[in-house]
Every structure is written in C-alpha cells, then in structure tokens.
C-alpha cells in the first residue's frame, strides 16, 4: 500500500476563526483519530446532514488553513488533524484578544473578572501555576 501526506506550516495558517461545522469536523477527527470523508459525513449526519462533496470541500479548506492533513491510501484520503485541541483553542484566544483588547492579556484577564467569568482568587490561582512551572 502507497501513502502520500501533505503538510501545511504554521505560517500558512490564517487567523479566522473556525465555523460551527469546521469545529465539528476537528471535533470527530480529536475524539475518533484519522477519518476518510465518508466516516466524518457520517459522524456529522444527526446534527448536519451534508452531502458528500460538501464535506470534501470543508476538509480541503481545513488542509488549505493547516488544520488537517491527509494521506491518500489507494483512493482513499485518510484525514488527520495536525494541531491538538489544545493548540487550536489557544489561537482562538490570541484572535478574541488581538480583536478585543487590542493584544492586551492584562486588559482581557481584568475583563474577564469584571465580567464576571473568572474570579480574582481563579486569576490568582492561575498566576502561581505558571510561576510555579518555571
């Protein structure tokens, strides 16, 4: 059996945020491992019932924007993802708080706890975890 991968660099990667359907793919692709279009159509099917040329078109523009890579066996592509979940969630952040609080952490933690959606004792407890990983 043949296989050919493709890979795409970080810097090939652009800022936009995902679509509802982009994370839900990335989604089956992290809990299932490598997929073929077929298995994330079908994965897909309860919520999004998509035909499968629409499916080959999100995962070709998820490999164009470095979320994915496949590779061919016989026919078959085989997709996998090529940043955790971890590392795609961290670059949504950097986006909410480049667009937001003009690049400023300080100014979206502070925003976070003015809104009430991290406590000071959560920031604070945050703060010793990463001093304490140095």
Do not use: C
């Amino acid at each position: 059996m043949s296989a050919t991968i493709t890979n795409v660099t970080d810097r090939n990667i652009p800022s936009k945020p995902l679509t509802e359907l982009q994370q839900a793919i990335l989604d089956i692709i992290w809990s299932s491992g490598p997929s073929t279009a077929d298995q994330i159509r079908q994965a897909l099917e309860p919520e999004h019932p998509l035909k499968d040329s629409s499916v080959r078109t999100l995962l070709r523009r998820l490999e164009a924007q470095g979320y994915l890579d496949h590779t061919a066996e016989g026919k078959t592509f085989r997709y996998r993802a090529t940043t955790p979940a971890r590392g795609v969630a961290a670059r949504a952040v950097r986006n909410i708080i480049e667009r937001f609080w003009s690049g400023s952490v300080e100014r979206f933690l502070t925003g976070m706890v003015d809104e009430k959606v991290l406590s000071a004792a959560q920031i604070e407890r945050l703060a010793r975890q990463v001093r304490n990983r140095k």
